[in-house]
């Protein structure tokens, strides 16, 4: 299985959110691969001095590079479902590309609406669990 964080799931892991924290803990003892989109991790990355908890987190995680493909393919994706939030669409893309390998993949995400729009768009599917 795969995890894929938003903004808001970060914002949750800065603030201690221990429900959020256990889920992380459990999927790393697993082996199981979490993905952050690294726009993501720009939204959420105000203070390194206060930011300790998400900082360890972070090194544990997999950081997906919003790369000049990605970036032109979060573009289209924007165009195709008529929005503009290039970092959603980044996410949506993330999730899309774990499920081609053939995992299941968890959304933790605060803008299920938003991005349940998304993997619409893209036929991809996903659990969503909204933080």
Avoid: Y
């Avoid at 299985?1 to 959110?17: H, K, P, S």
């Avoid at 989109?37 to 997906?64: F, H, Y």
């Avoid at 573009?75 to 993330?94: E, F, H, K, P």
């Amino acid at each position: 299985m795969t995890l894929v964080l938003d903004a808001g799931a970060l914002i949750q892991v800065d603030r201690g959110n221990r429900t959020i924290l256990s889920a992380l803990d459990t999927a790393f003892d697993k082996g199981e691969v979490v993905d952050v989109p690294t726009g993501v991790i720009g939204q959420a990355w105000r203070n390194p001095d206060r930011q300790a908890v998400l900082s360890r987190m972070l090194k544990r995680c997999n950081e997906v590079d919003l790369d000049g493909a990605i970036a032109r393919a979060c573009g289209q994706l924007c165009g195709r479902a008529a929005t503009n939030d290039v970092i959603d669409a980044s996410v949506a893309l993330a999730v899309a590309r774990a499920r081609r390998s053939g995992k299941e993949v968890t959304l933790l995400t605060s803008d299920s609406d938003e991005l349940g729009m998304l993997l619409s768009v893209l036929d991809a599917r996903a659990r969503i669990i909204e933080v």
